[in-house]
């Protein structure tokens, strides 16, 4: 069975630095993809940014220049570096990987979210 376990979320200040990791686990094939989402409240979730397999990059506009995606395909772990932190980024944020396991076929997997609070 796959699974996402992220870690990092937490309250830090305005202008600050948070690292997120996302680690999949189980049994797993290969992975394409790997991204980070977010939620706010009474918003839709966003794609922030995500990283394939080769290692190509896209981000959300809003976040360029801020937030660095990044991947160690040995363990299967991807990190969002989060710089100069705004209240607005304040969501649960949500690893997302598209992959393959063992058995079964491509698929989408989430992991259970994990808060961010930007504030002074």
């Known amino acids: 069975q796959v699974q996402l376990v992220e870690s990092g979320g937490g309250l830090v200040q305005p202008g600050g630095p948070l690292r997120l990791s996302c680690a999949a686990s189980?049994?797993?094939?290969?992975?394409?993809?790997m991204g980070w989402y977010r939620q706010a409240p009474g918003k839709q979730r966003e794609l922030l940014a995500y990283?394939?397999?080769?290692?190509?990059?896209k981000y959300l506009d809003s976040v360029k220049g801020r937030f660095t995606i990044s991947r160690d395909n040995a363990k299967n772990t991807v990190y969002l570096q989060m710089n100069s932190l705004k209240p607005e980024d304040t969501a649960v944020y949500y690893c997302n990987a598209k992959l393959t396991p063992v058995v079964g076929r491509l698929s989408e997997y989430w992991g259970q979210g994990t808060q961010v609070t930007v504030s002074s």
């Open positions: 189980g049994s797993i094939l290969s992975i394409n993809a």
């Open positions: 990283i394939r397999d080769g290692g190509s990059t």
